[in-house]
């Protein structure tokens, strides 16, 4: 397969975010900012803000996700729409996943001038519900402790950031966490009914057939 999609995307946010940290100018031009986006119509950062972070451990818990989940979505996409295809609609389904991510705080924040906000968690959360998608009884640890089937993690994830986007208080962007992943499984679930029906069936019957032993 080559240099995947998933392994640029992990250096090209490594670089930016590395060099944003010694930077601050260049992490205030890039990341999330409701107000400017909305007065100076600096919509780039609605993309741009998935590629700087607030520090090395931010950074590299994203980039751990991207990586353990990104090159076996990727690789999943490939086989099913056929590359190229399948890499640009991986890479669609990140980035889309990203800006659809900022969308909440956009609406919510806007005359905001304080609010800001940056990392890749709304694109780590759209690929890990795609994954859950095609590996719906695959093993996840939750918290790196808690063993938990995919699909009992995503709904376990949903629910609780749904709840925290209204009610936590603990400078986590659990709204962009929501509708990243939201876009991720919704974005992916229209490309197979659009372009793959005829995978739709085995993916049902993944999810249905409960794994034995």
Same mark, same amino acid.
């Given at each position: 397969?080559?240099?995947?999609? @998933?392994?640029?995307?992990?250096?090209?946010?490594?670089?930016?975010?590395?060099?944003?940290?010694? #930077?601050?100018?260049?992490?205030?031009?890039?990341?999330?900012?409701?107000?400017?986006?909305?007065?100076?119509?600096?919509? *780039?950062?609605?993309?741009?803000?998935?590629?700087?972070? $607030?520090?090395? @451990?931010?950074?590299?818990? #994203?980039?751990?996700?991207?990586?353990?989940?990104?090159?076996?979505?990727?690789?999943?996409?490939?086989?099913?729409?056929?590359?190229?295809?399948?890499?640009?609609? *991986?890479?669609a389904l990140y980035l889309g996943?990203?800006?659809?991510?900022? /969308?909440?705080?956009?609406?919510?924040?806007?005359? #905001?001038?304080?609010?800001?906000? &940056?990392?890749?968690?709304?694109?780590?959360?759209?690929?890990?519900?795609?994954?859950?998608?095609?590996?719906?009884?695959?093993?996840?640890?939750?918290?790196?402790?808690?063993?938990?089937?995919?699909?009992?993690?995503?709904? $376990?994830?949903?629910?609780?950031?749904?709840?925290?986007?209204?009610?936590?208080?603990? #400078?986590?962007?659990?709204?962009?966490?929501?509708?990243?992943?939201?876009?991720?499984?919704?974005?992916?679930?229209? /490309?197979?009914? &659009?372009?793959r029906a005829d995978v739709l069936?085995?993916?049902?019957?993944?999810?249905?057939?409960?794994?034995?032993?």
């Amino acid at each position: 397969m080559g240099i995947t999609i @998933t392994l640029i995307l992990i250096i090209m946010t490594g670089l930016i975010s590395y060099q944003a940290f010694s #930077n601050p100018d260049m992490k205030r031009k890039l990341l999330f900012h409701p107000y400017t986006v909305k007065n100076n119509s600096e919509y *780039f950062r609605f993309l741009t803000s998935g590629f700087v972070h $607030l520090d090395m @451990t931010h950074l590299l818990i #994203n980039m751990f996700v991207l990586y353990m989940f990104g090159e076996v979505l990727e690789r999943q996409f490939d086989a099913i729409f056929d590359a190229p295809l399948g890499r640009l609609y *991986f890479l669609a389904l990140y980035l889309g996943s990203i800006i659809f991510g900022c /969308l909440p705080s956009f609406f919510k924040h806007q005359n #905001n001038s304080y609010y800001s906000a &940056l990392g890749a968690s709304g694109g780590t959360s759209g690929i890990v519900l795609a994954f859950c998608l095609f590996y719906p009884w695959t093993t996840l640890y939750i918290m790196f402790i808690l063993p938990c089937p995919a699909i009992v993690a995503a709904v $376990l994830y949903l629910a609780y950031s749904t709840w925290a986007a209204k009610n936590a208080n603990d #400078n986590i962007g659990h709204d962009a966490h929501l509708w990243g992943a939201l876009f991720g499984f919704g974005f992916t679930l229209a /490309l197979l009914f &659009l372009l793959r029906a005829d995978v739709l069936p085995i993916i049902w019957e993944r999810i249905t057939t409960l794994p034995i032993g």
